[in-house]
């Protein structure tokens, strides 16, 4: 039947009785929202083999390897302003689909993990975790991760980026310089800005707003912080106070629709055509080519050939493939440390030891209560389903196409808080813990397992959930070689929890999330504990309930660390040019050399701020 006609035969087979209200309803709200997406989606960049051929032709001035959220914004940055007229090319393995309505829809995300937008990496070698992989999204489409994540946007501290400065050798990326970086992208739709301009901007690309929905468990859960007598924060990015307290964190939309590094920055660039801008999708880079450590291009290949793009006299190869994919290329091409590169048959070019060292990401676990059964329907999960099935309910559906507002403006965890345990570094003044407030019931104690596994259940109850999350890890992983096959996977060792303050803060944290559920404003709609269950008391028991079904809030970054030229452990400069080498440079979230105390994507965004403003003013 042609789509048009949808619609009505929905319409006829609901009066003659052959379908339930419920069932046409959800039938006619997906044709609408599919029309509108048919009708008003703008066509995506597709890479062909002639693209792929005629990239080989010309030769470059910046080659961008990963079209992810830094990758999009170089893109953006270089070919305007004092970059107009400069030469780019990006390299993405992933899809051009940066457009889908799944993307679109912040609550899409409960469809993302896992998917084919998804790299769905695992760790492996894990001491902590019961032997378990543990689960690691990175988004394989344009925008990368900021396309799939849960779209938070927090900064960290002030004392996060001094410490880069003072601590770690990275001059030049203290607190006072960063900031302007941060605001220079965002267009706060807070009211942040106009209430508290130093620390916030508008006008920028970036898009970062409240959520336009609040389900009334998150309401409750503001009120038993009150009640607890914890802080609260109305600016978790303000960072003349304490980054301590409970509020709603800030998310990467505009008027309920995500926010992300393709929608923002890549497609604006695209639609001016007088950039010399190319952009290549399904396109894997397998390899730098180096001349004498001097970076001479990329070997990629596309559609099943192997392709060489070239950079021209001057131009610049700049990764941005994230805290996975960065290092392995370095170690592919011969960059990496010594032993493990001549383990998998690779000629070693620069024998540097910090290629894949010093990953960092944080740790998580939940506490999870149901609701009595007379609070049916108050959880979110609830309210974007029709009852007894997994399809989605029209009603939310309708008003995020009409109105951008209700529950599918939210991933479900934008309430929340950040907060000093007793499990804390003595030496750090900053929190260890960061508290997200789920308005559902989880589904598994493993939270991203909640999120993949909820989209096949038919009959949820309605509940609610504290994650605790250790926001600034002590424990440090790595990534490496699994194989000298470009195409094969590298491994990912994260160790987890093996530094015991990590334990400590996500215990501290459960205990936080118990207590909050004991305070008056929950009274009436607490039921039972599902996980960890209240039989789960001491260290010992909560410790090996946090090994069984940790899990990852997915902020990777720090194998390429970046320090001063001659720091044992660091492989780029403060200039992010990749040490011992010429005209490369790595852009993204792997450079970090401690992850700040917030989420990794707002961080990243500065990053490619920074680098853009270096490669304009002409620093080499």
Known sequence: MPSFLVPAGVVLAAAAGQLSPWLALAILSGC????????????????????????????????????????????????????????????????????????????????????????????????????????????????????????????GNKNDYDAWDHEFGCVGWGSSHVLPLFKRTEDDLTGCATTNPEYHAMGGEWAVEHVRYQNPLSRIFLQACKQAGLPMNDDFNDWSKSQEGAGRFPVSSRHGVRVHAASALLAPALADKTRKLMVLTGAFVRKILLDKQVAQGVQFSADGIVHTARLAPGGEVLLTGGAVHSPHLLMLSGIGPREKLERHGIDVLHDLPGVGENLQDQPAAVVSFECPKNKRGISVTSKIRIPHTTLPHPGPALEWLLQKTGPLCSTGCDHGGFFRTSAASQDCPSPDLQMRFLAARAVTADGMGSFTKFRDITDHPDGFSFQSIAVRPKSRGRVVLASADPEAKPTIMTNYLTNPRDFGTIREGIRLGRRLAEQPAFAEVLGPEVFPGIHVQSDTELDAYISDSMHTANALVGTCRMGPLDGAESVVDPNMRVIGTMNLRICDASIMPKLPGGQSGACTVMIAENVAEILLQGCK
């Not at 940055?77 to 993405?92: C, F, S």
Request: hydrophobic content about 40%.
């Open 32 to 155: 609408i929202i599919l029309a509108f997406y048919q009708s008003s989606a703008k066509p995506s960049q597709v890479s062909t083999a002639a693209e792929a051929a005629d990239a080989t032709r010309q030769q470059w001035d910046y080659i961008i390897v990963g079209g992810g959220t830094a990758g999009c914004l170089l893109a953006n940055r270089l070919t305007a302003g004092k970059g107009a007229g400069k030469r780019v090319l990006v390299l993405e393995a992933g899809s051009a689909d940066y457009n889908h309505p799944m993307i679109r829809i912040p609550a899409g995300v409960l469809k993302l993990f896992q998917g084919d937008k998804d790299w769905n990496f695992s760790s492996v070698n894990e001491p902590h975790t019961s032997g378990r992989g543990v689960y690691l999204c990175r988004g394989k489409v344009l925008g990368g991760s900021s396309a799939v994540n849960v779209a938070l946007y927090t900064r």
